[in-house]
C-alpha cells in the first residue's frame, strides 16, 4: 500500500507546489528551519548531508519557520538567498509555515501523528528532523539540539 505521505505536498518560497510524490525512492530528511534561530549553524550540516549524499538518493527538504520567538523574520522572498549567503544552502526550501496549531503544514501533521516527540507530539523547537525511507515511511524523530551529522548512520542504513 502506498504511504499517505506520498499524497501530501508543499510549496517552493516562489508558490510553486512540491509534490512528495515527487520523491518516491528517495530518503527525505525534513526540518524545521529559522535563520536566526541558535542552532542555525546546522544548516551547514544539512548542506553538508545534502551534498555527501544527493547522488545517492537523500533529499533534504527545510520548512522555514517563524513559530519559535520570531527566529525566522525572513520573508518567503528572502529566505532562499539569505540561506544560501550564510550558510551555503543548495538543498530545497519550502515556503514560510507553520508546524504547529491551527494552520500547521500538512507535512508536519502528518509527520507528528505518524512520530510523537518525547513530550508530545508538537514541535517543540526549531531543527526538529525527520528522517522518511524510501516507501515514505517516518523512520526516525530527532530533537532540535541533535547535529546532523549525528544522523549520517540512520541515512546510511536507509540509502
Not at 23 to 48: H, M, R, S, W
Not at 115 to 140: A, C, E, M, V
Given at each position: 500500500m502506498e504511504s499517505t505521505f506520498y499524497q501530501l505536498s508543499a510549496r517552493t518560497p516562489k508558490g510553486a507546489t512540491i509534490p512528495m510524490a515527487d520523491y518516491k525512492d528517495?530518503?527525505?530528511l525534513i526540518v524545521n528551519t529559522a535563520t536566526q534561530c541558535g542552532l542555525a549553524p546546522q544548516f551547514d550540516g544539512l548542506e553538508a548531508l545534502h551534498q555527501k549524499y544527493k547522488d545517492k538518493g537523500l533529499v533534504v527538504l527545510g520548512f522555514p519557520c517563524d513559530q519559535f520567538r520570531g527566529q525566522e523574520?525572513?520573508?518567503?522572498?528572502?529566505?532562499?538567498?539569505?540561506?544560501k549567503l550564510n550558510h551555503g544552502v543548495t538543498f530545497q526550501l519550502t515556503e514560510k509555515c507553520d508546524v504547529n496549531g491551527p494552520q500547521t503544514q500538512p507535512v508536519f501533521q502528518y509527520?507528528?501523528?505518524?512520530l510523537g516527540?518525547?513530550?508530545?507530539?508538537?514541535?517543540?523547537?526549531?531543527?526538529?528532523?525527520?528522517?522518511?525511507?524510501?516507501?515514505g515511511q517516518p523512520y526516525k524523530r530527532y530533537a532540535p539540539i541533535t547535529k546532523?551529522?549525528?544522523?549520517?548512520?540512520?541515512?546510511?542504513?536507509l540509502i
Amino acid at each position: 500500500m502506498e504511504s499517505t505521505f506520498y499524497q501530501l505536498s508543499a510549496r517552493t518560497p516562489k508558490g510553486a507546489t512540491i509534490p512528495m510524490a515527487d520523491y518516491k525512492d528517495k530518503v527525505l530528511l525534513i526540518v524545521n528551519t529559522a535563520t536566526q534561530c541558535g542552532l542555525a549553524p546546522q544548516f551547514d550540516g544539512l548542506e553538508a548531508l545534502h551534498q555527501k549524499y544527493k547522488d545517492k538518493g537523500l533529499v533534504v527538504l527545510g520548512f522555514p519557520c517563524d513559530q519559535f520567538r520570531g527566529q525566522e523574520p525572513e520573508s518567503n522572498e528572502t529566505v532562499e538567498q539569505v540561506c544560501k549567503l550564510n550558510h551555503g544552502v543548495t538543498f530545497q526550501l519550502t515556503e514560510k509555515c507553520d508546524v504547529n496549531g491551527p494552520q500547521t503544514q500538512p507535512v508536519f501533521q502528518y509527520l507528528k501523528k505518524e512520530l510523537g516527540g518525547f513530550l508530545g507530539s508538537g514541535i517543540k523547537w526549531n531543527f526538529t528532523k525527520f528522517l522518511i525511507d524510501r516507501h515514505g515511511q517516518p523512520y526516525k524523530r530527532y530533537a532540535p539540539i541533535t547535529k546532523p551529522e549525528a544522523i549520517e548512520s540512520d541515512i546510511q542504513k536507509l540509502i
